[in-house]
């Protein structure tokens, strides 16, 4: 069974900056992909990064060249590095990934408040 733990969750003033951390209970080799993703109050789940295996990244067009995805082999964790937040980044980010077998994990999410 995998099991996936956000951290790093936190209350920030816009403009500030957060890491968010995704621990995998086994090895993140068993996955073709991971990714994050977020739900705003009120809106859908909606995608926000992922990074393949090989480590090729890709991004929401709303996050670009301010959050940064990548993951630590050895840690078996994927992190979110988030820049200049905004106050529309707000929601609970969920990590997800995608196992070699197919199968869609998803962790049980990690709250980011941006205030103005």
């Known amino acids: 069974q995998v099991h996936l733990v956000e951290s790093g969750g936190a209350l920030v003033q816009a403009g500030g900056s957060l890491r968010l951390s995704c621990a995998a209970s086994?090895?993140?080799?068993?996955?073709?992909?991971m990714g994050w993703y977020r739900q705003a109050p009120g809106k859908q789940r909606e995608f926000v990064a992922g990074?393949?295996?090989?480590?090729?990244?890709n991004y929401a067009d709303s996050v670009k060249g301010r959050f940064t995805i990548s993951r630590d082999n050895a840690k078996n964790t994927a992190y979110l590095q988030m820049n200049s937040l905004k106050t529309e980044d707000t929601g609970v980010y969920y990590c997800?990934?995608?196992?070699?077998?197919?199968?869609?994990?998803w962790g049980q999410g990690t709250q980011v408040t941006v205030s103005s």
């Open positions: 997800s990934a995608e196992a070699t077998w197919g199968t869609e994990y």
């Open positions: 086994g090895s993140i080799f068993s996955f073709n992909r």
């Open positions: 990074i393949r295996r090989s480590g090729m990244t």
